[in-house]
């Protein structure tokens, strides 16, 4: 019984919270809130951003700009920056990365930054860290001609 008990407990505690919490906007300003905990929990080894693993597309509107709050919440090192492609330790704009994203925070920190979505495209929230990117945790940001700030879940049925 136990057991039991314990393994439900476990699976409601992988369950994410839907990924608009993480999402603030402020459309008067044209400003949107992102915010990515790093390790939320243990999905994917605890390589995760809010409790997903490559499964979240973010939309930002060009000409926007994008503050982002990077909270680690796991025992290792993580990061977050936008990317514009697998393996780039570059960020795609100017500041749009946590500081010493190689590095990475420390469990319990929280850094920030804000960038200006000014070119269209599709790029990625990643952890820099060594290795991590490659254990899949990313997330998908596209930068749209125009529209409001969303953010879907890639793996939910329309």
Not at 45 to 57: I, V
Not at 62 to 91: E, Q
Not at 141 to 156: C, E, F, N, Q, T
Request: proline share 7%.
């Amino acid at each position: 019984m136990i057991g039991a008990v314990a393994l439900v407990a476990l699976g409601l505690a992988a369950t994410p919270p839907p990924p608009s919490r993480f999402l603030s906007v402020d459309a008067r300003r044209h400003r949107a809130t992102i915010t990515l905990v790093a390790s939320y929990n243990g999905e994917n080894g605890g390589f995760n951003f809010d409790g997903y693993s490559r499964e979240l597309m973010w939309t930002v509107p060009r000409g926007w700009t994008v503050d982002v709050v990077c909270k680690n919440r796991g025992p290792l090192r993580h990061s977050c920056a936008v990317v514009n492609s697998a393996g780039s330790t570059h960020p795609a704009f100017r500041g749009a990365a946590t500081p010493q994203p190689l590095v990475g925070l420390e469990e319990g920190h929280t850094a920030r930054f804000s960038f200006r979505a000014s070119t269209t495209g599709v790029y990625r929230f990643a952890c820099l860290v060594p290795g991590h990117e490659d254990a899949r945790m990313w997330d998908v940001l596209k930068i749209a001609r125009a529209g409001k700030p969303k953010v879907v879940d890639l793996r939910a049925k329309s």
